[in-house]
T-cell receptor, first 114, second 119 residues
C-alpha cells in the first residue's frame, strides 16, 4: 500500500524567496513519485516525476524535487517564487509503473506575497 | 502532451436527477481512465478505475449504483451520478493513460474537471 503526507497545508512566501513544499511517502514497493499543480477550477498539471532514474528531478517552471529514500521524502523546491506560482500543489505516489493509480497527498496551498 | 477533455465543465441540477459527465482522450487512446472526486480545499480521492470494454473497479466506500461508469471506447469514459443529492456536489476529475509508448511510468493526463452542484 502507498500513502503520501504533505507537511503544511498552507505555505506563504514572498516573491523571489525560496519555495519548499514537503512531501513524505510510504510505499511497500519502489515508488514512482509525482508533483502536480492545480489552479482554481482546473485539472492537474504535471510538474515533475521520479521514476527510479536520477534522484534529482527537474520539472517545468523552474521546479525541482529530490528523491531521498533514506528519508522517504520527495520535497519540491524552487529557488525564486513568482506570483504566478500561487496555486495548490499535490504530491502523489504510485507503487507500480503500469497501473497509473495515483494516491494523492492532502495538498499544499502556496501563497506568494508581493 | 496528451489532451484529456471533460464535459461539461459546470453543471447544476435538481436533487433526484441524474447527471452524465464525459471524459475524452483527444489525441491518444486510453484503455484505462480514472475518476477522482475533489471536495473544496481537499485532495483528490480516487473513485474508480474505468477499463475499456469491461466493468469499472470501484474504490472502497464508493457506491457502484450511485456512480455509474461506462468506458465504451478507447477515447471515452462517462460517469453518471444517479439520483443526485446535494452531498454529491463536488469537483469530478478524470485522468487517462496512453495505451503504449514510453508512458509506462504511471503518468496520467488530467481533464479540466467538472463541477457539479446539486440543488
Amino acid at each position: 500500500a502507498q500513502s503520501v503526507t504533505q507537511l503544511g497545508s498552507h505555505v506563504s512566501v514572498s516573491e523571489g524567496a525560496l519555495v519548499l513544499l514537503r512531501c513524505n511517502y510510504s510505499s511497500s514497493v519502489p515508488p514512482y513519485l509525482f508533483w502536480y499543480v492545480q489552479y482554481p477550477n482546473q485539472g492537474l498539471q504535471l510538474l515533475l516525476k521520479y521514476t527510479s532514474a536520477a534522484t534529482l528531478v527537474k520539472g517545468i517552471n523552474g521546479f525541482e524535487a529530490e528523491f531521498k529514500k533514506s528519508e522517504t521524502s520527495f520535497h519540491l523546491t524552487k529557488p525564486s517564487a513568482h506570483m504566478s506560482d500561487a496555486a495548490e500543489y499535490f504530491c502523489a505516489v504510485t507503487g507500480s509503473s503500469n497501473t497509473g493509480k495515483l494516491i494523492f497527498g492532502q495538498g499544499t496551498t502556496l501563497q506568494v506575497k508581493p | 502532451g496528451a489532451v484529456v477533455s471533460q464535459h461539461p465543465s459546470w453543471v447544476i441540477c435538481k436533487s433526484g436527477t441524474s447527471v452524465k459527465i464525459e471524459c475524452r482522450s483527444l489525441d491518444f487512446q486510453a484503455t484505462t481512465m480514472f475518476w477522482y472526486r475533489q471536495f473544496p480545499k481537499q485532495s483528490l480521492m480516487l473513485m474508480a478505475t474505468s477499463n475499456e470494454g469491461s466493468k469499472a473497479t470501484y474504490e472502497q466506500g464508493v457506491e457502484k449504483d450511485k456512480f455509474l461508469i461506462n468506458h465504451a471506447s478507447l477515447t471515452l469514459s462517462t460517469l453518471t451520478v444517479t439520483s443526485a443529492h446535494p452531498e454529491d456536489s463536488s469537483f469530478y476529475i478524470c485522468s487517462a493513460r496512453v495505451v503504449s509508448g514510453s508512458e509506462g511510468t504511471g503518468e496520467l493526463f488530467f481533464g479540466e474537471g467538472s463541477r457539479l452542484t446539486v440543488l
